[in-house]
């Protein structure tokens, strides 16, 4: 019988964890799909993007809302320093509310966005709101339902690449695990002016070694008890531990409050969220400059002795695995099958569904009751 994560599949099935914990697996899997895919369609790709990414004046906006907005967040560094254009993370739900902070009309624009279903209302509103605002703006559309409302609304159109990620990506559980990380890594391989696709399959492997050297230690961890968990993260991993405590939101149906910050950030206000009960893990950045300052906040917490644990993801870490020098936008990935491991196991530990937690439909897999204004109405 197959076990994941410390579980029999028909254990799972039984508590209704089923889809999530098989999609929090099969990522290493859908990476090397991906690769394949992306080398299949690289040339189609570059010929799209042609070479306005050369263009100083070239404005990249990496859009989403919730979780497919960090996904931008985490890559919007990594990528604007490969290139003379300028890319910045901006989610859908704040270019709804505030254009004219946003967009610039003459300005060449092209607007990427990251959506699960590409249902949410705010996806294809922000496409229409560019369209409206930027003549000649183009869109890159990364998405993992070619049926969605964002792949369906421009399919055809000239000024529109609809990138789709591997059909198994389109989770079926509340929570995006597999879509997340199978936009990420797309959105940088085919944003990377040196695209490799054996960097992919390396990562792939990797994955899957540390899924089955953490399943036992992250089952371990979340049988412990806590009310609060925080995570820390410098550089691209502050949006990856936003994801990681947003996985935990969403799996417990709130029941463990979360928080997300900086290393160096984390001592102005917030660490005062600490206490008995709370568990804090940080994800080690690659950087050896960030490394110092992390390691310094690791010992004043420990010193302090008031969180439960304190605890480090990442290379060389409590959570850790050996990784080739990369930076850690492309890493982030690997940190965050931890993380959704540790989600999955706090919900089972409460005794929730982890594929719908929130059975009375309170928050939805789709986002529902958003009414879109037009913005020239006001």
Same mark, same amino acid.
Request: net charge negative; with cysteine; aromatic share 6%.
């Given at each position: 019988?197959?076990?994941?994560?410390?579980?029999?599949?028909?254990?799972?099935?039984?508590?209704?964890?089923?889809?999530?914990?098989?999609?929090? #697996?099969?990522?290493?899997?859908?990476?090397?799909?991906?690769?394949?895919?992306?080398?299949?369609?690289?040339?189609?790709?570059?010929?799209?993007?042609? =070479?306005?990414?050369?263009? @100083?004046?070239?404005?990249?906006?990496?859009?989403?809302?919730?979780?497919?907005?960090?996904?931008?967040?985490?890559?919007?560094?990594?990528?604007?320093?490969?290139?003379?254009?300028?890319? +910045?993370?901006?989610?859908?739900?704040?270019?709804?509310?505030?254009?004219?902070?946003?967009?610039?009309?003459?300005? @060449?624009?092209? %607007?990427?966005?990251? #959506?699960?279903?590409?249902?949410? @209302?705010?996806?294809?509103?922000?496409?229409?709101?560019?369209?409206?605002?930027?003549?000649?703006?183009?869109?890159?559309?990364?998405?993992?339902?070619?049926?969605?409302?964002? #792949?369906? $609304?421009?399919?055809?159109?000239?000024?529109?690449?609809? %990138?789709?990620?591997?059909?198994?990506?389109?989770?079926?559980?509340?929570?995006?695990?597999?879509?997340?990380?199978?936009?990420?890594?797309?959105?940088?391989?085919?944003?990377?002016?040196?695209?490799?696709?054996?960097?992919?399959?390396?990562?792939?492997?990797?994955?899957?070694?540390?899924?089955?050297?953490?399943?036992?230690?992250?089952?371990?961890?979340?049988?412990?008890?806590?009310?609060?968990?925080?995570?820390?993260?410098?550089?691209?991993?502050?949006?990856?531990?936003?994801?990681?405590?947003?996985?935990?939101?969403?799996?417990?149906?709130?029941?463990?409050?979360?928080?997300?910050?900086?290393?160096?950030?984390?001592?102005?206000?917030?660490?005062?969220?600490?206490?008995?009960?709370?568990?804090?893990?940080?994800? +080690?950045?690659?950087?050896?400059?960030? +490394?110092?300052?992390?390691?310094?906040?690791?010992?004043?917490?420990?010193?302090?002795?008031? !969180?439960?644990?304190?605890?480090?993801?990442? !290379?060389?870490?409590?959570?850790?695995?050996?990784?080739?020098?990369? @930076?850690?936008?492309?890493?982030?990935?690997?940190?965050?099958?931890? #993380?959704? $491991?540790? !989600?999955?196991?706090?919900?089972?530990?409460?005794?929730?569904?982890? =594929?719908?937690?929130?059975?009375?439909?309170?928050?939805?897999?789709?986002?529902?009751?958003?009414?879109?204004?037009?913005?020239?109405?006001?």
């Amino acid at each position: 019988m197959t076990t994941l994560f410390q579980r029999t599949t028909d254990e799972w099935r039984t508590i209704g964890g089923l889809d999530t914990a098989e999609e929090i #697996a099969h990522q290493p899997a859908l990476w090397r799909e991906l690769a394949a895919h992306l080398s299949a369609e690289q040339s189609r790709i570059a010929a799209f993007l042609g =070479d306005s990414l050369r263009n @100083p004046h070239q404005r990249v906006i990496l859009t989403g809302a919730g979780s497919s907005a960090y996904v931008g967040e985490i890559i919007a560094d990594e990528i604007n320093a490969a290139w003379p254009c300028q890319v +910045r993370a901006i989610s859908t739900t704040s270019l709804l509310t505030h254009p004219a902070l946003y967009l610039e009309t003459g300005a @060449p624009t092209l %607007l990427v966005s990251f #959506a699960r279903s590409g249902n949410s @209302p705010e996806s294809t509103a922000a496409v229409q709101l560019v369209r409206d605002l930027v003549p000649n703006a183009r869109f890159l559309n990364i998405t993992c339902n070619a049926d969605g409302a964002l #792949a369906k $609304q421009s399919e055809g159109d000239s000024d529109t690449f609809n %990138l789709m990620m591997p059909a198994a990506s389109c989770d079926r559980g509340f929570a995006m695990t597999s879509s997340f990380t199978c936009m990420l890594l797309a959105a940088l391989s085919a944003l990377d002016p040196d695209f490799q696709p054996e960097r992919l399959n390396q990562l792939a492997g990797i994955g899957e070694q540390a899924a089955e050297q953490w399943s036992a230690p992250v089952a371990q961890l979340a049988a412990q008890p806590v009310s609060r968990v925080i995570y820390l993260g410098s550089g691209p991993l502050e949006a990856l531990a936003k994801e990681a405590a947003l996985k935990i939101m969403e799996l417990t149906a709130g029941a463990v409050m979360t928080m997300a910050n900086s290393a160096l950030g984390f001592r102005h206000g917030p660490k005062a969220a600490v206490n008995k009960d709370t568990l804090v893990l940080l994800f +080690r950045s690659a950087d050896p400059l960030s +490394r110092r300052y992390e390691q310094d906040l690791l010992a004043e917490l420990r010193r302090d002795q008031v !969180a439960s644990h304190v605890l480090t993801v990442g !290379a060389g870490g409590d959570f850790g695995i050996d990784t080739p020098s990369w @930076p850690d936008a492309w890493l982030a990935p690997l940190w965050l099958l931890m #993380a959704q $491991q540790y !989600a999955l196991h706090q919900s089972a530990q409460l005794q929730l569904r982890p =594929d719908n937690p929130f059975t009375g439909g309170i928050v939805n897999r789709v986002v529902q009751g958003v009414t879109i204004y037009r913005h020239d109405e006001f």
